[in-house]
């Protein structure tokens, strides 16, 4: 039976779908509404309905959305601390909201699916402290804007994101089994592959931060500039790329087998897939100089 987590991820896979579908066929035919509501940063410049700039907020504005991951996965993740080691139970509210979102999947007791979940969420946390650190100290935002929609979904989707793993918890999780038991080849293999993803994520969005710095790391200008380096070889995007990697390497922690999960990827691909197509569109047109082996997003593919 489909739980309302998984149906939720499903639906938002679909839009970006349909979405990326939509601007492969028609491109700049679709309406400006539909347009807005698509682009963010450098991919919305251009002449746009003075309407439609009311709905405006700073792009600088993403580092929000790390705040509220890294307080509120935080939260979720002491409180699962506490229950696998102390034996508290979740507060009654959340098992209540857990129940209601993942249904029979959170009652049952499935090998390994304490570890599983646990690391996955301790994944989830680093990388948003990672990226929240890399967003105040790192990144060089210009004056580009993104619509309120994008920027209220981005308040609420790590918040989801978090709930939907620890839909994944039995929920008799407070019965104290020995997680050492539990360690399993793939947990590994999930860690390995998300640490060597998170490595190049990092180096790209330095790769970025740096063709507005000079060699002393001061900030001379807010321009666009073609990257060099790293994945960038390859693709327009490789820190979207990196952030599929990412969450497929959470798929592994998972044992692979996690449905649920693979949703998730689902809809990480379809919403990277988009924004690197605009992005990469926005090279292309902007930079006649610009590589033209690149792909947009997967090397050697897309």
């Not at 050492?180 to 080849?185: A, G, M, N, S, V």
């Amino acid at each position: 039976m489909l739980t309302v987590v998984c149906a939720l991820w499903l639906l938002l896979a679909a839009g970006f779908l349909v979405a990326l579908l939509l601007q492969a066929s028609r491109g700049g035919a679709c309406s400006h509404l539909f347009q807005d509501l698509i682009r963010y940063g450098k991919t919305k410049s251009g002449q746009r309905a003075a309407w439609l700039r009311l709905f405006d907020v700073p792009k600088r504005w993403f580092f929000h959305f790390y705040i509220i991951s890294v307080v509120w996965n935080g939260y979720l993740l002491l409180l699962l601390i506490q229950a696998l080691f102390l034996a508290r139970p979740f507060p009654i509210w959340l098992r209540d909201l857990l129940s209601v979102l993942g249904g029979a999947s959170h009652n049952q007791d499935v090998g390994d699916k304490h570890l599983s979940a646990f690391l996955v969420l301790i994944l989830l946390w680093l990388h948003s402290f990672r990226r929240l650190i890399e967003c105040l100290c790192i990144s060089v935002f210009s004056s580009g804007v993104l619509h309120i929609a994008q920027y209220c979904f981005g308040l609420v989707y790590y918040v989801i994101v978090g709930l939907t793993v620890l839909c994944q918890v039995p929920a008799n999780v407070n019965n104290g089994k020995d997680l050492c038991t539990q360690i399993c080849w793939y947990h590994i293999v999930g860690i390995v592959m998300y640490i060597w993803a998170s490595i190049h994520h990092h180096r790209c969005h330095v790769i970025l931060a740096n063709l507005r710095k000079n060699k002393s790391g001061k900030v001379v200008n807010l321009s666009h500039s073609i990257p060099f380096g790293d994945w960038f070889e390859r693709v327009s995007c490789p820190h979207y790329f990196a952030e599929l990697l990412i969450y497929i390497s959470m798929a592994v922690t998972f044992g692979f087998h996690n449905l649920t999960w693979w949703i998730v990827v689902m809809y990480v691909l379809f919403s990277q897939a988009l924004a690197a197509v605009l992005c990469h569109e926005f090279y292309v047109t902007k930079f006649s100089s610009y590589p033209t082996h690149r792909k947009a997003f997967i090397p050697f593919l897309f």
